[in-house]
């Protein structure tokens, strides 16, 4: 891709090298002049014909049928094989009502006048799941509050300053964050003030304190000191991706990272489309370790899906998307 960022362009412009660059203010880094490539453990081709290339990353895995050019190294695609979606989980037979709250990006920054809408929001979410705020007719609130279990924070709690918001743009590449301590303080006060209706798991995103390399490991649990581990054992900080079960039926999701660089790397489309794409490539996260650092893994690879959940969410969007198939 001749917009994708290189760990040598960070050298680059702290030395003296003359590298040939190109930067790309858009988010997305898709051009025509890219190319498409197959690579196996033997060798690499370029491919051409009835494929798309800007809707495959590196980390797909997929079949061709053609034919090789003699006269190039090329291989004219005439089908392209996709893998069989995993087997489906067994749906349970569910006798009684019961909802999960997602909520993700919060961005607290510490201060209340940074993010007075965002504290707001919170503030009405926790009326709403005390009974002392009714947001749709009253029926129905009654009954989402009072079979309402769990809910899931998934991702970015914490908000980073303007400046290294642009930079992470930019490169993307090997950088450290260092986030507002008082967000901590915010998001531990609305977590004490639910635990006793419902139960809490909180899962990273990439600006919140642990480590980038995915699959990420829980947020310490003494970063929340007012929801004690003796006091209130149905909280918990859990990985991203994120894997669960709740009545018997599974669920699995992550913070986000996945939609971005998808969005970053391939054509313009929606965060649904995007979460579609995923099931049906089996891998949540398939630009790992290429565009998005991640832990090595020799003998199992925990971001293949090897059975289809319940329910896949996937959060970092503006827009709420949802889909039954």
């Known amino acids: ?26 988010d997305n880094l898709v051009d025509e002049s890219d190319l498409l490539e197959l690579e196996n453990n ?96 009253r029926e129905k609130s009654d009954d989402i509050v009072n079979n309402l279990v769990r809910l899931v924070i998934a991702g970015d709690f914490a908000q980073l300053n303007l400046i290294e918001i642009q930079r992470q743009k930019v490169a993307a590449i090997g950088l450290e964050y260092e986030s507002n301590l008082d967000c901590f303080t915010g998001l531990d006060t609305f977590i004490c003030s639910l635990l006793e209706k419902l139960s809490i798991d909180v ?11 995915i699959p990420q490991q829980p947020i310490p649990r003494y970063v929340f000191t007012g929801a004690d581990e003796k006091k209130y054992s149905n909280f918990q900080t859990v990985t991203n991706p994120y894997r669960f079960s709740l009545g018997g039926l ?41 565009t998005l650092s991640g832990f090595p893994f020799s003998t199992r690879d925990p971001l293949i899906l090897k059975t289809i959940a319940s329910c896949l969410f996937l959060w970092k969007s503006t827009k709420v998307w949802t889909k039954i198939n």
């Open 250 to 290: 599974q669920f699995v999701g992550t913070s986000g990272q996945n939609l971005n660089d998808l969005a970053r790397l391939t054509s313009p489309s929606t965060a649904l489309e995007q979460m579609e794409r995923t099931l049906n490539m089996s891998n949540l996260f398939p630009t790992v370790p290429d």
């Open 42 to 137: 033997q060798q690499l081709i370029k491919l051409i014909g009835n494929i798309n290339k800007h809707s495959l990353v590196t980390g797909d895995v997929i079949g061709v049928y053609g034919n090789q050019a003699r006269m190039d190294d090329t291989f004219k695609v005439e089908m392209m094989i996709l893998p069989d979606l995993p087997p489906q989980m067994p749906w349970p037979i569910i006798e009684k009502d019961c909802y999960i709250a997602f909520i993700s990006g919060i961005s607290l920054a510490g201060g209340s006048e940074k993010t007075a809408k965002t504290i707001q929001a919170l503030n009405r979410f926790q009326k709403w799941v005390n009974n002392e705020l009714t947001l749709e007719s």
């Open 1 to 26: 891709m001749k917009f994708r960022q290189s760990v040598l362009y960070e050298f680059a412009d702290d030395s003296n090298l003359k590298l040939k660059y190109t930067k790309k203010d858009d």
């Open 203 to 213: 899962m990273p995103g990439a600006n919140d304190p642990t480590q980038c390399l």
